[in-house]
């Protein structure tokens, strides 16, 4: 009995003294990076190449769908279905997404056709590039890619870039037209000033040399004085 003690005493050791650290390689595992295998990797060339061969796609559906609607084709079967309803009911497509892709690829139409021949060859390749340059005219948007291709420098093009220079371009816009609008009403006021000096000049050119006396002569001249002063303050 007491050489079985013995044994279970010692076993109990040799399970007490395992050496540390064999239970904790496991959750080490976990944390690795996956291992990939050689279908995992046909398979990604496989997902690329959908994607590549996709891009730019919203341009062909923009064309598509632009010359749908110049033509009026979506009437051909329905000869009072209106071209938002077609797309709805044809495709699917909601109103504003429909005419998004109509606006995108003018966009990018106009873009190729004003940048490529100065050998610009890199244009919006998704929706979400185009979509805050189509608020502005086909002139300024011009202005914005080439500003946005300065900005990328050769590099990748993302839709955060093209919004951020719009929003720099809509932030100079507001100062401009504050401004203008500023000068505008200071050109009013003048005007208003001058058009009642000129009332008191012919008011006074009315009365007669007689009665133009020191006093009068001096009201007149106060009031003008006072005229320039409130347009300099």
């Not at 390689?25 to 291992?35: F, I, L, W």
């Not at 994607?51 to 769908?65: D, Y």
């Not at 948007?141 to 839709?159: D, E, H, P, R, Y």
């Amino acid at each position: 009995m007491k050489k079985t003690k013995k044994v279970e005493a010692k076993a109990g050791k040799s399970v007490s003294q395992q050496p540390p650290g064999t239970e904790a390689a496991k959750p080490a595992e976990s944390k690795d990076a996956p291992v990939f295998t050689a279908e995992d990797k046909v398979l990604l060339e496989k997902q690329e190449g959908v994607i590549a061969s996709n891009i730019g796609a919203f341009l062909v559906l923009g064309e598509a769908l632009s010359i749908i609607k110049d033509r009026e084709l979506h009437k051909i079967t329905e000869p009072t279905l209106k071209f938002d309803a077609y797309c709805a009911k044809k495709w699917g497509f909601g109103q504003a997404y429909a005419y998004r892709l109509i606006s995108s690829y003018e966009c990018v139409k106009h873009l190729k056709a004003q940048l490529a021949p100065n050998g610009v060859t890199l244009f919006p390749t998704n929706e979400a590039q185009v979509r805050s340059m189509t608020m502005w005219s086909l002139e300024e948007q011009v202005k914005i890619w080439s500003a946005v291709l300065k900005k990328a420098n050769g590099g990748g093009i993302t839709a955060a870039m093209v919004n951020a220079v719009v929003a720099g371009k809509a932030e100079k816009s507001t100062k401009s037209e504050a401004t203008t609008e500023t000068k505008t009403a200071d050109a009013k006021t003048e005007h208003k000033k001058l058009k009642t000096i000129a009332k008191l000049v012919e008011k006074a050119q009315q009365i007669d040399a007689a009665e133009l006396n020191f006093k009068k002569f001096k009201e007149l001249i106060d009031k003008i004085e006072k005229l320039l002063n409130d347009d300099e303050s």
